[in-house]
C-alpha cells in the first residue's frame, strides 16, 4: 500500500462548482500535513496546512481525521485560475515529506 | 518565503554522462532536500543535504548514483551519475520554511531529459 493515495482525478468542473479532494496516509505516526498545488511545469507550492481543527482561508478548507487517516481539501466557488494538480502530503520525523500523486482538476468556463 | 533558484532548468543529456544541478536559496537554511518526480508519479524524496556532513540516503538512492554536496547554508549540489534514460524526471531541491510545522519551499525544478 502507498503512503499517501489521492483520488486518481482527473476532476473536470464547470467555474462555480464545489469540489473536493480526498487523501488517505498509511503511516499513523505522521505529524503534519499539507495540500500543495502545482501548475504545469511548475514547482509544487504549499496552498495550506492541514490542522487538527480543520482550517479555512477563503474558498478552501482542509479536513483531517487522525482516526481514519484521512485528510481532505474542498474548494468552493471554483475558478479557471484552481486548474492545478493538487498533491496531498504528509510530514514525520526530520522534516521529511511524503507525497500522494496528486489529482488533476480542470475548471472549465 | 525563501527564494530558491535552481540551474540548469532543464538539460538533455547522453546516456552514461552525469549532470550536476546546483540549488542557491537567498537566506541560510538549516534543512535542504532533493526530491524526484518522473512522469505521472508523486514527489520521491531522494536524500536530505546536511551541510558539513554526508548527504542522508532514502531507500532506493545510493550516494554513488547520486552524490551530493552541501558546502554552506545556501547552496546544495546533485549529480545524476552515470545517467540513463530511467533517470528522467524533474529534480527539485527544497528547503524547510522554519516556523512551527515542516512546511517546505520548492525550487523551480530542473527537467532532466536523459537520451
Known amino acids: 500500500r502507498k503512503e499517501v493515495e489521492q483520488d486518481p482525478g482527473p476532476f473536470n468542473v464547470p467555474e462555480g462548482a464545489t469540489v473536493a479532494f480526498n487523501c488517505t496516509y498509511s503511516n499513523s505516526a505522521s505529524q503534519s500535513f499539507f495540500w500543495y498545488r502545482q501548475d504545469c511545469r511548475k514547482e509544487p507550492k504549499l496552498l495550506m496546512s492541514v490542522y487538527s481543527s480543520g482550517n479555512e482561508d477563503g474558498r478552501f478548507t482542509a479536513q483531517l481525521n487522525r482516526a481514519s487517516q484521512y485528510i481532505s481539501l474542498l474548494i468552493r466557488d471554483s475558478k479557471l485560475s484552481d486548474s492545478a494538480t493538487y498533491l496531498c502530503g504528509t510530514g514525520g520525523s526530520n522534516y521529511k515529506l511524503t507525497f500522494g500523486k496528486g489529482t488533476l482538476l480542470t475548471v472549465n468556463p | 518565503s525563501a527564494v530558491i533558484s535552481q540551474k540548469p532548468s532543464r538539460d538533455i543529456c547522453q546516456r552514461g554522462t552525469s549532470l550536476t544541478i546546483q540549488c542557491q536559496v537567498d537566506?541560510?537554511?538549516?534543512?535542504m532536500f532533493w526530491y524526484r518526480q518522473q512522469p505521472g508519479q508523486s514527489l520521491t524524496l531522494i536524500a536530505t543535504?546536511?551541510?558539513?556532513?554526508?548527504?542522508?540516503?532514502e531507500s532506493g538512492f545510493v550516494i554513488d548514483k547520486f552524490p551530493i554536496s552541501r558546502p554552506n547554508l545556501t547552496f546544495s549540489t546533485l549529480t545524476v551519475s552515470n545517467m540513463s534514460p530511467e533517470d528522467s524526471s524533474i529534480y527539485l531541491c527544497?528547503?524547510?520554511?522554519?516556523?512551527?510545522?515542516?512546511?517546505?519551499?520548492f525550487g523551480p525544478g530542473t527537467r532532466l531529459t536523459v537520451l
Open positions: 537566506s541560510q537554511v538549516t534543512m
Open positions: 543535504a546536511n551541510q558539513g556532513s554526508e548527504a542522508t540516503y
Open positions: 527544497s528547503v524547510e520554511a522554519g516556523g512551527p510545522t515542516d512546511t517546505q519551499y
